[in-house]
T-cell receptor, first 111, second 113 residues
Framework: LAKTTQPISMDSYEGQEVNITCSHN???????ITWYQQFPSQGPRFIIQ???TKVTNEVASLFIPADRKSSTLSLPRVSLSDTAVYYC????????????FGKGTRLSVIA | EAQVTQNPRYLITVTGKKLTVTCSQN?????MSWYRQDPGLGLRQIYY???????DKGDVPEGYKVSRKEKRNFPLILESPSPNQTSLYFC????????????FGQGTRLTVV
């Protein structure tokens, strides 16, 4: 099971782009990288997922370098409502590994 | 609508009184799991199930039991709750494939006095 490492916390001002990097040195060939967002007292919700290169959706972008040993979640022009905990997970497509969340990165957006 | 439903949302109980937190999903997902969340400790996995009648321990299984008799239900059982099990609990489900997203319930805030 690939272990992930993220910063414990980050601060940002409103309107800035925020990049949260996750390290997963032991990622396996079949592993996908998935990011979740969690607001206080709510369950995590899916943000974005990727396997390699770059993925973009209406909420965020995910950058994955060629060696796949890290990934960066990019949130464009954050607002106060983006204040949350962000989790990076790694797991293979066949689902042979349990969904393990770490402590995540607590993002605080300041006005 | 895709849903994971947990009940109850809030529960206050006394030490030693058996309780069950129910979790049900309507997406025909194979994978279900339970987590507890405590301040500063992130989401810690209690038990997970890859399919009916298949369950495995997560990182913090002590004091908990689960069963998976039907695909849609995955109850969490505390046979003899203790105050250190006071926590916020989440149930999740997903397809067996990891290239799909997981869905979480609304959470159950449990207080054991």
């Amino acid at each position: 099971l690939a272990k992930t490492t993220q910063p414990i916390s980050m601060d940002s001002y409103e309107g800035q782009e925020v990049n949260i990097t996750c390290s997963h040195n032991n990622i396996a060939t079949n592993d996908y990288i998935t990011w979740y967002q969690q607001f206080p007292s709510q369950g995590p919700r899916f943000i974005i997922q990727g396997y390699k290169t770059k993925v973009t959706n209406e909420v965020a972008s995910l950058f994955i370098p060629a060696d796949r040993k890290s990934s960066t979640l990019s949130l464009p022009r954050v607002s106060l409502s983006d204040t949350a905990v962000y989790y990076c997970l790694v797991g293979d497509e066949e689902g042979n590994t349990p969904l393990v969340f770490g402590k995540g990165t607590r993002l605080s957006v300041i006005a | 609508e895709a849903q994971v439903t947990q009940n109850p949302r809030y529960l206050i109980t006394v030490t030693g009184k058996k309780l069950t937190v129910t979790c049900s999903q309507n997406m025909n997902h194979e994978y279900m799991s339970w987590y507890r969340q405590d301040p500063g400790l992130g989401l810690r996995q209690i038990y997970y199930s890859m399919n009916v009648e298949v369950t495995d321990k997560g990182d913090v299984p002590e004091g908990y039991k689960v069963s998976r008799k039907e695909k849609r239900n995955f109850p969490l059982i505390l046979e003899s709750p203790s105050p250190n099990q006071t926590s916020l609990y989440f149930c999740a489900s997903s397809s067996a494939r990891r290239d799909t997203e997981a869905f979480f319930g609304q959470g159950t805030r449990l207080t054991v006095v």
